[in-house]
């Protein structure tokens, strides 16, 4: 279901998904953690060609987007890591029935679960070359974030998109120089907002290098329009 949005809409996180076209070279790497079935690593290596590490626990979702990278040729510009991503290595609970927003669960959890193994993001090959990452871990961003300390200051990474906004991980963000802003794909301009108006919040530490990026991107079309 998070998927079949592209279909109807062409691109179901509007405006995020554009941030990533007008963003993305073929010469970048993306990080996808919380990748589910791959929309966005799929616009990423598909569309741009830019090369991808995918990052997805559960196993009926991986497989999805294994076959996706395939039906789209892909699969080799993705490196996929069926794994979760938090604080310190071990084992954690994970639940299975919810679709795209299965979710690290406590031992107390009643529904459809399995352990699944936990990894450092630092400790991802190939994470240290990438320029943008997006996380969608289901509220479990802090810990991901506290497993990525090293390279969240590197001066590589320069746009982090994030769904959760509460008040440690802005902290947290803003700690590493980094700000929010809102993406209008129809001006290609940045905005400085606390709020910004997709699905997830845009952290950018290099402004000038993003707008640089946007305003020279082509142009892309999507259900006949272009932008």
């Known amino acids: 279901t998070g998927a079949s949005g592209n279909w109807y809409v062409g691109l179901h996180e509007w405006p995020d998904m ?3 076209l007008h963003l993305l070279r073929p010469h970048d790497t993306f990080v996808d953690v919380g990748s589910n079935v791959g929309s966005y690593s799929v616009l990423a290596a598909g569309a741009i060609g830019a090369s991808v590490i995918a990052v997805e626990p559960s196993p009926e979702a991986a497989a999805g987007l294994r076959m996706n990278l395939e ?3 892909i699969q080799d510009r993705c490196h996929i890591v069926q794994a979760c991503l938090g604080a310190e290595p071990g084992v954690l609970r994970f639940s299975v029935d919810r ?17 699944v193994p936990v990894l450092r993001l630092d400790d991802l090959a190939g994470a240290e070359q990438a320029c943008c990452w997006k996380l969608d871990v289901e509220g479990f961003e ?31 963000m803003l700690a590493a120089g980094f700000r929010s802003f ?4 129809w001006t290609r301009l940045l905005s400085p907002d606390q709020d910004s108006l997709g699905g997830n919040q845009i952290w ?4 000038a290098w993003a707008a640089d990026r946007l305003r020279t991107a082509p142009p892309f079309r ?3 329009i272009d932008i």
């Open 18 to 20: 554009a941030f990533v």
């Open 99 to 115: 679709g795209p927003m299965n979710a690290v669960v406590s031992a107390t959890f009643s529904g459809p679960s399995r352990q």
């Open 204 to 207: 950018i530490r290099d402004e």
């Open 142 to 172: 802090q810990q991901v974030l506290d497993g990525a300390a090293p390279l969240l200051a590197q001066q590589a990474l320069k746009v982090v998109l994030l769904e959760d906004r509460s008040s440690a991980v802005v902290e947290r």
């Open 71 to 73: 039906v789209n040729g």
């Open 182 to 185: 809102s993406y209008n794909p």
């Open 222 to 224: 999507v259900t006949g």
